[in-house]
């Protein structure tokens, strides 16, 4: 039960490391330099927009949580809701302080503006699009691209002529497929508590070989897509460097992929025990993808 608490620590790392990751490759993708105050803001972004996004969804979630999930904060009685409607309202407050800080372009704004509205839909009393099988995955994933889109706006990858804002939105839509398809992969775990509150998934719908053949698509599709895509902009823009970093990077996830996939066919015990492989399953592919942009831009080109 405790390392549910410490995934959730892990998680919130994991998004401001991301975060920056995806400045940093924004900016070194055109050989420019970051500046540190964006650096300050892009991190700070990426702290409260996944504090604002967590604890309003574990607030909606207390009821499930006592069955899925007892040791987490709410249910357990150790935070008081009241409390965590506070931690909402901060974090809501830093996310709009630091995206105005980064001063977007008018798509970075919309981008950002859509990240925390798609947030709210998927938690927000009333709403709670999260508790749909079908809405809930595609308002957590446009949510995610979002956020991803609005970042890269700031860059001046996006700033820059050429092939800059495909490979900006060739990077979008790689997480979009790749978060959609894995995304019910991790709800296998919390069926009972998604259950009793009303909730439904896909992983209730179809049988549970359907939910592992799905994510294995999400495993491997995406990484054959950047592959193919980078190839389509370099032949229609100019993209100095980068081809080959991001094909490289195509091949690594897509190794990862196929490991990622014989765990889930093969090992499928682990997505109903294990919550940091659940959180793996779900995440940790999204991370490392977005960790390694700025990497294999400096390692390969060097």
């Known amino acids: 039960m405790v390392s549910t608490i410490i995934c959730r620590w892990e998680i919130t790392l994991m998004i401001v490391l991301q975060a920056l990751a995806l400045y940093l490759f924004g900016e070194w993708a055109v ?3 970051p500046a540190v ?3 300050i803001a892009v991190g700070l972004f990426g702290l409260f927009a996944q504090g604002f996004c967590s604890v309003l969804n574990d607030i909606n979630d207390v009821e499930a ?3 899925n999930h007892p040791e987490r904060p709410f249910p357990s009685g150790r935070v008081s809701i009241a409390q965590g409607w506070a931690v909402v309202a901060g974090c809501f407050a830093g996310s709009v302080l630091c995206a ?3 001063a977007p372009p008018a798509f970075g704004a919309v981008m950002f503006a859509l990240h925390l509205l798609f947030s709210l839909l998927y938690s927000f009393p009333g709403v709670r699009f999260g508790r749909q099988w079908l ?3 595609l308002t957590l994933v446009t949510s995610t691209v979002c956020g991803v889109l609005a970042v890269l706006s700031c860059t001046s990858l996006h700033a820059s002529a050429g092939a800059g804002k495909g490979v900006i939105l060739l990077v979008g839509l790689v997480c979009f497929l790749h978060h959609l398809f894995v995304i019910p992969l991790k709800d296998i775990k919390d069926l009972a508590g998604d259950a009793h509150v009303g909730g439904s998934s896909l992983a209730m719908k179809i049988p549970r070989r359907g ?3 799905i994510g294995v698509a999400g495993y491997t599709v995406p990484w ?3 592959y193919a895509g980078v190839g389509l902009l370099d032949g229609r823009g100019d993209i100095p460097g980068l081809v080959a970093p991001l094909r490289t990077l195509a091949v690594l996830c897509l190794v990862i992929g196929a490991v990622m996939s014989w765990l889930v066919v093969f090992r499928p015990v682990l997505l109903e025990r294990s919550q940091r492989f659940c959180w793996f399953a779900e995440l940790g592919l999204l991370f490392l993808f977005q960790l390694f942009l700025p990497v294999v831009v400096r390692v390969v080109r060097g």
């Open 31 to 33: 050989d420019a330099s």
């Open 37 to 39: 105050s964006e650096v």
């Open 65 to 67: 949580d006592r069955i």
């Open 100 to 102: 105005l800080a980064l």
């Open 135 to 137: 809405l809930g995955p």
């Open 211 to 213: 939910v592992h053949a």
């Open 224 to 226: 054959i897509v950047l």
